[in-house]
């Protein structure tokens, strides 16, 4: 141990690193530094380094040189289930040095009991998630259980603070700026393109230079391999199902692996293809945010205590979670992003200085290619780019209700508050008065009807909640996540499962069955609230969940048209991609990057329009609904359109002779307009921004509603507002959703800016190699089961000898 050691640390805590022959690494010291000189800091380091006791080694310190009985430390993750890890992992320390430290969680999974306790009572170390901290800052003792706190630590930063999870955090920090205003703000990350921008969002006022940027040593790189089973890539999918037995192979000579899987059908059914594998009957569970909280925690537990051999999770598991034995960690389809599989690598090995083992598996050629563009990004150090927006408008008026819950305010007070939080710096007084207006009577429209009028000001000008009813259904309803409405799958004799979207329950009917929790499950009987069932043998299909797709990244969708472009690459390809690249060369064109290749070509009685503009799926789903609109206008007689990441395929009766004038900018001004405000879109995003704005209420007292109901309310509001109040301020949010996060307008708006100068238009007389992969979708982008997967490859196999044909 060194001298500098000695004088960094309390002696109790350099006699606890000693003791376990450790060194504190130099970025732990540094945050110690920064935390005694008072400052601000956003850690960056890689995962295994350290970050979390980096985080807490200040408030440690601190209390064990200045103990204190009241909240010094409020911990923010992103999820429920880091919030539960990190309380493990520092009661260790906290315990083995015999410290009289308290360390609780506190998430929407607390007992009702507890969170009353915590708020007369709090422990020195609270750990929490955005959603739970602002339902604390809503009752009237958050003044005084905060009044002492010192720091404020945000874990895994990058996962939510350029959304509007981020927005309510950053307000929330503000609040607490006001009521706490010595303490200060750390943010940890292991994966941030953009440090600047996370200093700014973290500073009060936006004050990049009162936050220090502390850089943790680099790791060991990691080994990342994709998995090619027999040395083949399929031309269709996107699920990797196809290599199950490989991935079980992995699972048995690793100790503990994480399967990661981009959603939670496809969770639950590789667990199955997994299962069907096992001929070890190896110990393997499921992890996804739609199991019932006992049932993840169970799974959590066993994790910690090395009793898994296997794990399939989903995002619900790649943020921070810290299971040491976890040796190997494998991707299941296309990662979409340099930054997320670098997220999920460090799930593996835990250790900075050892490397981390991960194994991806494409779905299908396409996907092999960006698989190799995340390798080639993660090797290179780069990450995807953070883009930060305004803040939210829905969830500054969640935040104000939140604040009128606990105590009257005064208007010009509250905006110079919001205004020291970075996304709404630039917040206009008009439009503060707009938002304000809109929780006082929910606007002109509306202000007939009592339900809406939950602010009032008073004759001494402050603002405060007009009814005690309004508080109460503010706690119930307050969040940010707003999900379909969920049916909870339980057993006759009560035990819960977890939850469906009422969607998919509606399709089912007594006797269905269905795979959930790992299971095969047969319905018995469906009521308003529950889907009861049974265990069962039979067969059985996934159910669907309604939640947005992940985008590919600009950055791995600018290396796969590199590679494209460059034929001296693809000898690291094997041998059948290698050739359906060489092929389309010969056969037609292949895309310069910035290039945007269209193809025409007539199959089985259709003609069909090919663009590979690789800018996403949702752009890619927007600008199909525009082009088709479009070719009707046309007279092209569309039947309709499919969309993959990386392509959109057109198919009509009459063929494209001019794909230049449906690609014309003009578009998004017209057509795009149109077709958002007639289509479910709109209507769609009103629905989450009045819930989260306050405006429609998913639970009473006693009761909640239904997803039906609550769609059947807002649709009502929102045909009113339409007609009668268009400038409203919930449809001006709707319509930045609408825009930003649902239709991916910005990338579909540079797609359309460089398509009439960059324009390949190749008409050719049959379906091209490149073409396969999109085309095989049509008619089963929501099939999945394994006998539709199976026909899926017959049915690209046949189309794939078509389009392999020399000339």
């Known amino acids: 141990m060194t001298w500098t050691i000695v004088i960094d640390l309390p002696l109790v805590l350099a006699e606890w690193f000693a003791a376990r022959d450790w060194t504190p690494r130099t970025h732990q010291l540094e945050m110690l530094r920064e935390g005694r000189a008072g400052r601000h800091a956003l850690l960056v380091a890689a995962t295994g380094a350290g970050k979390t006791l980096a985080g807490f080694l200040p408030t440690l310190a601190d209390l064990i040189e200045q103990p204190t009985e009241g909240l010094h430390t409020l911990y923010v993750s992103p999820l429920k289930a880091l919030a539960v890890d990190i309380q493990r992992n520092l009661m260790t320390p906290v315990a083995e040095m015999g410290l009289p430290i308290r360390v609780e969680t506190r998430t929407g999974d607390t007992p009702s009991d507890r969170k009353a306790r915590q708020r007369v009572k709090p422990p020195q170390i609270l750990l929490t998630t955005p959603e739970s901290l602002s339902l604390l800052l809503s009752y009237p003792d958050s003044f005084t259980m905060f009044e002492g706190l010192r720091t404020i630590v945000v874990d895994e930063v990058h996962a939510f603070a350029t959304g509007k999870r981020g927005d309510l955090l950053n307000l929330c920090m503000a609040r607490l700026g006001r009521i706490a205003p010595d303490s200060r703000r750390v943010a940890l990350s292991a994966t941030v393109a953009d440090a600047d921008g996370y200093r700014a969002w973290l500073a009060p006022d936006g004050d990049i230079d009162t936050v220090s940027l502390v850089q943790g040593e680099t790791g060991v790189d990691p080994n990342i391999a994709i998995l090619l089973p027999e040395g083949r890539v399929p031309w269709a999918g996107h699920s990797g199902r196809y290599a199950a037995a490989q991935v079980m192979a992995e699972i048995e000579t690793h100790r503990t ?383 309709g359109f499919v969309a993959n990441d990386y392509a959109l395929a057109t198919f009509s009766l009459r063929p494209v002779t001019d794909p230049a004038s449906l690609f014309d900018a003009d578009i998004l001004e017209h057509e795009f307009v149109d077709w958002v405000q007639q289509s479910h879109l709109l209507k769609r995003a009103f629905r989450e921004v009045a819930v989260i704005g306050g405006l429609v209420e998913r639970q009473h007292p006693g009761k909640r509603k239904t997803g039906k109901q609550v769609t059947f309310s807002t649709d009502l509001i929102y045909d009113v507002l339409r007609k009668y109040e268009p400038s409203h301020i919930l449809l001006e949010a709707a319509w930045a959703d609408a825009r930003a996060r649902m239709t991916d307008v910005g990338r579909l708006a540079a797609l359309l800016d460089r398509a009439a100068d960059t324009m390949l238009h190749v008409d050719l007389p049959r379906v091209t190699p490149l073409a396969v992969p999109v085309l095989t979708m049509i008619g089963r982008e929501r099939v999945a089961t394994g006998s539709a997967d199976d026909a899926l490859l017959i049915e690209a196999e046949a189309l794939a000898t078509v389009a392999m044909a020399p000339d």
């Not at 603002?463 to 969920?486: C, D, S, Y």
């Not at 590979?612 to 007689?637: I, V």
């Open 257 to 639: 692996t994480i399967v990661f899987c981009n959603t939670r059908s496809l969770a639950e059914l590789i667990f199955q293809d997994l299962w069907k594998e096992n001929a070890l009957r190896l110990p393997i569970g499921i992890h996804h945010g739609s199991l019932e909280k006992e049932a993840r925690a169970k799974v959590e537990g066993a994790m910690a205590a090395g009793l898994l051999r296997g794990l399939v999770a989903t995002a619900s598991l790649d943020l921070g979670v810290d299971w040491g034995d976890v040796d190997c960690v494998i991707q299941m389809g296309a990662p979409k992003g340099s930054s997320r599989l670098l997220q999920r690598i460090g799930r593996s090995n835990h250790r900075l200085d050892e490397p981390s083992e991960a194994i991806v598996v494409p779905g299908n050629r396409f996907e092999y290619l960006e698989a190799r563009a995340a390798l080639d990004a993660v090797e290179a150090g780069e990450l995807d780019a953070d883009v930060f927006r305004m803040g939210a408008l829905d969830v500054l008026a969640q935040h104000l209700m939140a604040c009128a819950c606990a105590a009257p305010f005064d208007r010009d007070v509250m905006l110079d508050e919001v205004r020291s939080s970075l996304p709404y710096s630039a917040l206009t007084g008009d439009l503060f008065d707009q938002v304000l207006g809109f929780i006082r009577d929910g606007g002109y429209s509306l202000k007939a009807y009592d339900r809406f009028k939950r602010l009032t000001q008073d004759a001494d000008g402050l603002w405060r909640v007009t009814h005690p009813k309004f508080i109460t259904q503010h706690r119930l309803n307050a969040g940010i996540i707003v999900e379909a409405t969920m049916l909870k799958v339980r057993f006759r004799n009560g035990r819960v499962l977890g939850k469906v979207e009422e969607g998919f329950a509606a399709t089912l009917a007594h006797g269905d069955t269905f795979y959930f929790a790992g299971m095969s499950l047969e319905v018995e009987k469906i009521d308003t609230e529950d889907l009861i069932v049974r265990a069962t043998a039979k067969p059985a299909r996934i159910p669907t969940y309604g939640g947005s797709r992940m985008p590919l990244s600009t950055n791995l969708a600018n290396r796969v048209r590199g590679f494209l472009a460059t034929p001296a690459d693809w000898d690291r390809f094997p041998p059948d991609v290698h050739e359906w690249l060489t092929m389309q060369a010969k056969r037609s064109s292949l895309p310069e990057p910035g290039q945007l290749l269209v193809e025409t070509f007539p199959h089985e009685g259709r003609h069909f329009m090919v663009a590979y503009s690789f800018e996403g799926w949702n752009a890619h789903q927007s600008l199909g609904m525009l082009l088709t609109r479009r070719m009707e206008t046309q007279g092209l007689q569309p039947m």
